[in-house]
């Protein structure tokens, strides 16, 4: 079938998703994976040519070639790469129907996903999910890690039904609600031996000489302190080691003389246990409020409601959406 096959054929998208069925959506995500027709006929367990025929009638119902025939595998086009991103996610919507369904069948509370940003996020987090789980005690509660940019690709993909944490870009504004929950001070810490800790009258001229421990780039934490120095023309002079696990920052200051700016929240118990030593130094700025971030323009199920709620009680405040 060539590309002109398919010019000057009217397309109605309500018309073609009514004609696409549960088994194209399996086809598509598994040849979304293998981008090989043989091995996508293997794991549905029918013929190559069967595999084929599946693939034509997509491409048929929907009017337009969705991948490129190589001479080995399949290369997915634009058009192709939208239509695996619908089928994985409605493949990830049907499987979490069933969970909860089978689960509130058998007299349980579903399941939630949550993700959530470390630091302050993470310690109201854990309060609330001892509080849910003291009033749905068979909720069923998936709790995933991650930075703000990460957790809101999940957000949109379905994988989680809410999370903990900031917008990274204002077009995001369009596409998910916020609910404002806290702001986050931060401080600068290094191991308890660091020639620093006693110092008095320190500077950022001062900072910028030693190593530094920092969060990747898309991090909120990592454009506050660029900003630290960006604004006092200073670049840091030493090594850098940019990494996104607190424990690994943990352990190597510890080990060395290296300095990293830290949610306040997330360093507290490691200072009050004697692992870490605050830098004396004042900050000009603060990490921007974290919040709940749900998709916009869809209701938010029961548990998922309840949860919230439990959050903004927590932190102490109303309801500010965005």
Avoid at 239 to 259: C, H, K
Avoid at 269 to 288: A, C, E, N, Q, T
């Amino acid at each position: 079938m060539s590309t002109d096959d398919f010019l000057g054929k009217p397309l109605s998208i309500a018309q073609a998703c009514g004609r696409l069925r549960f088994r194209h959506l399996q086809f598509l995500d598994i040849l979304g994976h293998t981008r090989n027709l043989r091995l996508t006929a293997e794991q549905m367990h029918i013929t190559q040519p069967a595999a084929t025929k599946i693939l034509m009638d997509i491409e048929d119902i929907l009017g337009s070639r969705l991948f490129d025939r190589l001479s080995r595998g399949m290369r997915p086009n634009e058009l192709g790469l939208f239509t695996l991103r619908y089928a994985s996610s409605a493949l990830t919507g049907h499987r979490k129907f069933v969970d909860e369904f089978n689960a509130l069948r058998q007299g349980g509370h579903g399941h939630l996903a949550i993700g959530a940003i470390t630091g302050s996020a993470a310690h109201l987090l854990i309060a609330a999910v001892a509080e849910i789980q003291r009033l749905r005690p068979l909720l069923v509660l998936k709790i995933l890690e991650q930075s703000s940019d990460q957790l809101i690709v999940w957000l949109a993909e379905r994988k989680i039904d809410l999370m903990i944490g900031r917008f990274t870009d204002e077009a995001q504004k369009t596409q998910f609600q916020y609910e404002r929950l806290s702001s986050e001070p931060l401080q600068v810490v290094a191991g308890l031996n660091h020639p620093l800790r006693g110092a008095q009258a320190l500077d950022l001229v001062e900072l910028a000489r030693w190593p530094w421990i920092l969060y990747p780039s898309s991090t909120a934490v990592r454009k506050v302190s660029d900003a630290f120095f960006s604004s006092a023309s200073l670049a840091l002079t030493s090594g850098m080691v940019e990494t996104p696990s607190f424990l690994f920052a943990l352990e190597l200051m510890q080990t060395t003389d290296m300095l990293s700016l830290q949610p306040a929240a997330l360093v507290e118990r490691y200072v009050k246990k004697g692992l870490l030593g605050r830098i004396p130094i004042d900050l000009p700025d603060r990490m921007p409020d974290y919040g709940l971030i749900t998709r916009l323009g869809e209701p938010v199920a029961p548990a998922a409601r309840a949860f919230m709620d439990i959050l903004h009680g927590m932190a102490g405040n109303a309801i500010e959406t965005v």
